[in-house]
């Protein structure tokens, strides 16, 4: 019987052979940054009735550190993915280049899917 679901999934995706679900991606913000900022947005929408201006201010700052901190974030990694197979041979070292490719389309994969 033709299972439209399982046929639209990417090759990689198919979690009924393996038995068991792909391990959760790693956060791109360390939990402090991301506590911080969404602290800053809670208290925006609380303040909203009593001072629509200031909660849009503080929303406004609370996306701008998320920018930010998501911008560092995200060079820091692809500095260490690019160091990691720069000076890599590519006839000895195919397993190091295929997990760095991997990598690279799986924070690729989860920044166009924001």
Not at 53 to 74: I, K, Q, S, T, V
Not at 87 to 98: F, K
């Amino acid at each position: 019987m033709y299972d439209q679901t399982r046929a639209q999934q990417p090759p990689d995706r198919d979690q009924n052979r393996t038995g068991h679900r792909p391990a959760a991606p790693d956060a791109l913000l360390p939990s402090e940054e991301r506590d911080a900022v969404l602290d800053r947005l809670r208290k925006a929408i609380n303040t909203f009735a009593d001072a629509p201006r200031d909660a849009l201010e503080e929303a406004e700052g609370a996306f701008d550190d998320a920018a930010a901190h998501l911008a560092n974030a995200l060079a820091q990694r692809r500095a260490a993915l690019h160091e990691s197979w720069q000076d890599q041979d590519v006839e000895t070292h195919a397993e190091e280049l295929r997990v760095a490719l991997r990598q690279y389309r799986e924070i690729t994969q989860r920044l166009v899917r924001l």
